[in-house]
């Protein structure tokens, strides 16, 4: 599908929006049906090699969006990198948990669950639930369903991102920006002749 | 056909067949261990320490002198040379982030007297990325490992083929890989192919007990779940993943493979699923 068919598919306009809720409500149901303290979603921006935080639910929730990190940083650096998801009971002895990336966003967990956010075959990110009530005990069926989220979570931030890139191209200084002005004119105006321009325009690119 | 078996054999009527089986070269063809009728965890481990088995663990590095871990025979690193070419090069990083330190103590505490050897395919910041692993996995088959341990996996296809070409070359020269599961509906390897042994976890707290699953592709299962990991700085964890479940598969392979050194990857599989817990290996 090209940028355009994408984006127009896509609706770019409040699209962005509608995914990130989409994201934002995976979040809040990952977070309610394992009672933990906070659930987020961070997002690779691999030309930055950063993670950032797309959607946050309890726990930093509202001052954590858009907030970075290095990719290598701390457990979902990790479970980005290998590929496999993983419970760590006790973060304050694990290094690759990052104290310092946690205590910046004012809130350091004791226990966290982390799984890759894949799609095809990109990992686009990790979803992490923190602090699970310190009495429950982990189940390997709390970790497939982790993963089952994880799968919805990924469809979502890989519309989020698409309709981004879509964006990107058709705003501004995007290649495809000139089409993109054009076509909102001619809506606008509801000029037919520049309609019938434009289709005769596709009839000779088509070769028609 | 026949001809040409006898002009293969001709130099070294000792050589064992290869590509055919020539009448007269039946005799020649006996197998080093044969499977008893019954296989028990006695017979295929009982008094092993794992003492002249070496295990590769190729992961984040493991930490010198970690109480949990006790002697590495060596430390290796795949890096990036300034001409841009991967090289295998000896290792003073230890773990980069307690990983592979975790892997290492649960083979350790299995099979306290296995040679242990460090391949680090990861580097600091966790970019490794699929290319060290394949060289790191390949060095490791040059060097004649008995047990590779990788809890590690890649989703690139573009990987794929020349993973599946390592993974059956380990195969046939007797190294056999102990590979983790995806526990997520996701295309990775190498775990998925059958040269390989893939582990995914249980819930149960005996290391020794293990299970076979009749509906692969994942054809183990081994303990996985809250797991007091060696980790770095001479401490432990508490985890839980495949990525241990893994090392305990590796740990009881090298236990089996030091006491019977004999056995071909294929026979190693056939003893672990008769030794299995839900195959009548508690006996």
């Known amino acids: ?208 | 056909m026949v001809a040409s078996a006898v002009v293969a054999h001709e130099s070294d009527a000792h050589e064992l067949p290869a590509w055919s089986l020539p009448t007269e070269a039946v005799g020649r063809i006996g197998v080093p261990v044969t499977l008893p009728g019954e296989v028990t965890r006695e017979w295929a481990w009982g008094g092993s320490t794992g003492a002249g088995a070496r295990v590769c663990i190729l992961d984040s590095g493991i930490e010198l002198d970690h109480p949990l871990v006790g002697h590495v025979e060596r430390s290796v690193a795949v890096i990036r040379g300034e001409d841009g070419e991967l090289r295998v090069s000896e290792d003073r990083e230890g773990d980069v982030s307690g990983h592979g330190t975790a892997c290492a103590g649960i083979v350790r505490a299995l099979a306290p007297d296995v040679e242990l050897t460090s391949v680090r395919v990861l580097g600091a910041n966790y970019k490794g990325g699929g290319e060290a692993m394949l060289h790191g996995l390949a060095w490791a088959i040059d060097q004649g490992f008995d047990v590779v341990n990788m809890s590690l996996s890649t989703t690139r296809t573009k990987y794929v083929e020349r993973l599946h070409e390592l993974a059956d070359r380990a195969y046939f020269r007797r190294s056999v890989l102990i590979t983790s599961a995806h526990n997520m509906p996701v295309e990775s390897f190498p775990w998925k192919f059958s040269s390989v042994i893939s582990v995914g976890s249980h819930e149960e707290a005996d290391p020794l007990t293990f299970y076979y699953n009749p509906s692969p592709p994942v054809e183990f299962f081994g303990r996985g779940l809250e797991l007091e990991l060696a980790w770095l700085g001479g401490a432990t964890l508490r985890g839980t993943g495949n990525s241990f479940a893994t090392p305990h598969i590796a740990g009881i392979c090298a236990l089996i493979l030091a006491k019977h050194p004999e056995l071909t990857p294929f026979q190693l599989k056939s003893v672990l699923y008769q030794t299995a817990a839900n195959a009548g290996g508690d006996a």
């Open chain 1, 1 to 208: 599908m090209s940028e355009l068919e994408a984006a127009v598919a896509a609706g770019v306009l409040g699209a962005d929006e509608a995914h990130r809720s989409l994201l934002q409500a995976t979040v809040e149901v990952a977070r309610a049906i394992f009672g933990a303290k906070a659930a987020s979603v961070f997002l690779l921006d691999a030309d930055a090699d950063e993670l950032v935080f797309e959607a946050v639910a309890g726990e930093g929730a509202g001052a954590l969006i858009g907030r970075r990190f290095p990719s290598g940083t701390g457990v979902a650096g990790w479970v980005l990198t290998t590929g496999q998801p993983l419970v760590i009971d006790d973060l304050t002895s694990d290094t690759r948990f990052s104290r310092e990336a946690a205590e910046s966003t004012g809130y350091v967990p004791k226990s966290m669950m982390a799984v890759p956010l894949l799609v095809e075959e990109r990992a686009l990110g990790v979803l992490s639930v923190l602090d699970r009530p310190p009495e429950s005990r982990v189940k390997l069926a709390e970790i497939d369903l982790l993963g089952l989220f994880a799968n919805q979570a990924a469809i979502a931030l890989d519309l989020l991102q698409r309709a981004r890139h879509a964006r990107q191209a058709l705003a501004g200084e995007g290649r495809l920006a000139s089409l993109a002005r054009v076509a909102a004119r001619l809506e606008e105006a509801e000029q037919d002749a520049g309609l019938e321009f434009l289709r005769a325009l596709d009839r000779v690119l088509s070769g028609s």
